[in-house]
């Protein structure tokens, strides 16, 4: 296809444009992951530019991911005067290598002070630079003048290479000589909604929170089932393929699209590649999915629950380890009772989910999912592993002295002549799970649908790597290999089972089940941020060098801060909303409602007014406790506003008491919605903003 990749710097344009020379240094450099040499960045650097000019691109910026949970550009002209009034285009080595971006205005957790103002942007040569809105793109890390990361691709980058380190010390203790490096893959599958822009542009709570803070519900939702891979309407199949094209274009294999289970709701799932270029995408397709839907005049939703009632958005993370020569380590073969290299990185990828928990709990942690995660329509808030009929059965052979068998799926026999016997898999899958493993991969299915997933990853990757640590340690002390692994194996199906659970994890005996188990249910961002500076995560990301003791420090500091401030802004938003629109627009209905029943008394006709009078009585009651409940909300969010000093205290005051009474809130101006006029009531309801495109 002509325009995949066509506006990306790939190996391709790599290969056609350098010399072989400094195309093989630049090769080895990236594989053997070296300082890149000045000299080669030159050439690699005017070769970048002039493709990018030919592309029609007059700027080019650094293109980096700060603590915003968006990314940053600061966009630069290739344009250099000359000494005789005219000019040329330039880009060297030196600006492409490193730029300066301001850092006082980024999220730093007290990292930096506000008059701390440099900051630097390092190229990640892994990351293949693109040309988008005019400007070439060159993906970087940030961080601080100190050397401290202030951005979620620095992290990353860092896990990938302690993944690596350990799954070769792991592979090498087997026996394995030819890898030289192991790769983590992801595939994030986005889900977002799509609302027409003239119904979001009257929706206050939709410009300044991004979900809906009021809104009854419709007389038809998802119940019947009907809008999930449902046939696509023009509109949306438009923007679809328009989406499909600008992805393709940048090099993001967008290769699935369909209609989710809510109305309204969509999904894109791209192929996998490598973790940091999936990171890189997924930022890409959820920057190109807002960008695209203006021009059909349509707003992207990204929020984990722009509507309630309804399913809410994820990002399932699939996510898995290969090498460089091309096995996946997560692959059980035919027969995975007797795959030790699988079984071994499987049982360590099930101890680091069960010792890790918390830590990977927070990592998918954010206002919004707090909606979701135990809602029935998202995995559980606790942590579990769903492995399927078929693991669980190894597992259990292992525990009592040693698998010999593995279950099979078989055919399965549809009952129709004219249709082929398919081949049934070991095992089905389970949507309720938040990490299941799915054939050859882990699906982490609790990361927020506007998060980066950076963060998942960084984590799972370096969990992972503090387990891969421990075995490689054992294994190389071990004088029988064979034996050592049988001991991990068997110790990991004894300790750590009761992480593992192919049920509904939806129920509420599960619930129940989990603290018998000892799992921990951690159901809100505020609560889980303690992961961040609990002193056993400190200590691994410390020892694999990801993040330092300050740099997560200062990650609990913005997550907490993050909290405060979008609480805090749907709070003022809901005020706002509910004494200008809403009041007034109750007032009103009242008040044509009274003059109504004393026009039809003028009369002097004998009616029944009893409908009319009973109605404005309850409206004028919920009138006045909506009066009572907006009161509330502001006097809540002005304490927890002044409550400086402590943050997680801070933070506490908005989830616990300035959240709740907008909940109450909520419900008296809801119900106050199903009873007014629809020709009054002062904004789009959610039958319009979810039936009407």
């Known amino acids: 296809m002509s325009i995949y990749g066509s506006n990306v710097f790939n190996d391709a344009a790599l290969k056609e444009r350098l010399p072989k020379a400094i195309y093989k240094a630049l090769n080895k450099t990236i594989a053997e992951g070296r300082s890149l040499d000045p000299a080669i960045a030159d050439v690699v650097a005017n070769a970048m530019k002039d493709w990018a000019i030919e592309k029609g691109a007059t700027h080019f910026t650094h293109w980096f991911q700060p603590m915003t949970g968006i990314t940053a550009e600061k966009h630069d002209a290739f344009i250099s005067p000359t000494a005789d009034g005219k000019a040329i285009m330039e880009f060297s080595g030196k600006e492409l290598i490193k730029g300066e971006p301001d850092a006082s205005s980024f999220p730093s957790g007290g990292l930096r002070a506000t008059f701390e103002a440099r900051g630097y942007t390092a190229w990640d040569c892994t990351s293949p630079a693109f040309v988008k809105d005019g400007s070439l793109c060159i993906p970087t890390a940030f961080c601080s003048y100190t050397g401290e990361a202030l951005d979620k691709k620095t992290p990353l980058l860092r896990s990938m290479e302690a993944l690596s380190k350990q799954a070769l010390r792991v592979l090498k203790a087997l026996g394995n000589t030819t890898t030289n490096k192991v790769i983590t893959t992801v595939g994030p599958e986005q889900e977002y909604f799509l609302i027409d822009k003239k119904l979001f542009e009257q929706r206050k709570d939709l410009i300044f929170a991004g979900r809906t803070l009021f809104g009854a519900k419709p007389p038809k939702g998802q119940e019947m ?222 990361v927020p649908s506007s998060g980066s997933i950076a963060a998942p990853n960084y984590i799972l990757n370096t969990i992972v790597a503090e387990i891969l640590d421990e075995v490689a340690s054992r294994l190389e002390k071990a004088q029988d290999v064979n034996a050592e692994v049988k001991a991990f194996l068997t110790e990991v199906a004894t300790k750590h089972k009761k992480v593992v659970f192919n049920g509904n994890g939806y129920s509420d005996e599960w619930v129940v089940e989990a603290e018998k188990r000892g799992l921990p249910n951690i159901k809100t961002t505020v609560e889980a941020t303690k992961a961040l500076i609990a002193e056993k995560n400190l200590a691994v990301m410390e020892k694999h060098a990801v993040l330092s003791r300050v740099e997560m420090e200062s990650r609990y500091e913005i997550e907490l801060e993050n909290y405060i401030k979008t609480i805090n802004i749907e709070s003022l938003t809901m005020i706002e909303m509910a004494k200008r629109q809403i009041l007034p627009a109750v007032i009103k209905f009242a008040t044509n409602l009274a003059a109504s029943i004393n026009t039809i008394k003028a009369t002097g006709i004998a009616a029944d007014l009893s409908a009319q009078t009973e109605l404005l009585t309850e409206v004028s009651a919920l009138a006045g406790d909506l009066k009572k409940k907006i009161a509330a909300l502001e006097a809540a969010t002005d304490k927890a506003s002044n409550a400086h000093g402590d943050s997680y205290a801070q933070a506490s005051l908005f989830r616990f008491d300035v959240f709740e009474k907008m909940g109450a809130l909520r419900e008296v101006a809801d119900t106050l919605e199903t009873l007014v006029d629809k020709d009054v009531w002062p904004m789009p309801t959610y039958a319009e903003l979810l039936f009407n495109i």
């Open 225 to 446: 089932e009907d809008h999930y891979f449902g046939s696509l309407k023009e509109r949306i199949s438009a923007y679809m393929k328009e989406i499909d094209e600008e992805l393709w274009k940048l090099g993001v294999s967008a290769k699935t699209k369909h209609n989710e289970v809510a109305p309204a709701q969509h999904e894109l799932a791209p192929i996998f590649t490598t973790t940091n270029i999936a990171t890189d995408h997924n930022q890409l397709t959820m920057d190109t999915m807002k960008k695209v839907a203006l021009r059909h005049g349509l707003v992207c939703l990204l929020h984990e629950k722009p509507f309630a009632g309804i399913n809410g958005s994820g990002k399932h993370n699939n996510w898995s380890m290969g090498t460089d020569d091309g096995m996946n380590l997560l692959d059980p073969g035919n027969t995975p009772h007797d795959n030790q290299q699988f079984l071994l990185f499987l049982c360590a990828v099930i101890k680091a989910v069960d010792e890790y928990a918390d830590l990977l709990r927070m990592s998918a942690a954010n206002p919004g999912n707090d909606h979701r995660l135990g809602a029935n329509e998202a995995p559980p808030a606790i942590i579990s592993i769903f492995l399927g009929e078929q693991l669980q059965d190894i597992l259990e052979q292992i525990e009592k002295g040693g698998a010999t068998s593995s279950k099979t799926g078989g055919l399965m026999e549809i009952g129709v002549t004219t249709l082929p016997a398919l081949p049934k898999d070991a095992t089905d899958r389970n949507r309720t799970s938040p990490f299941a493993f799915t054939g050859n991969k882990f699906e982490f299915r609790m």
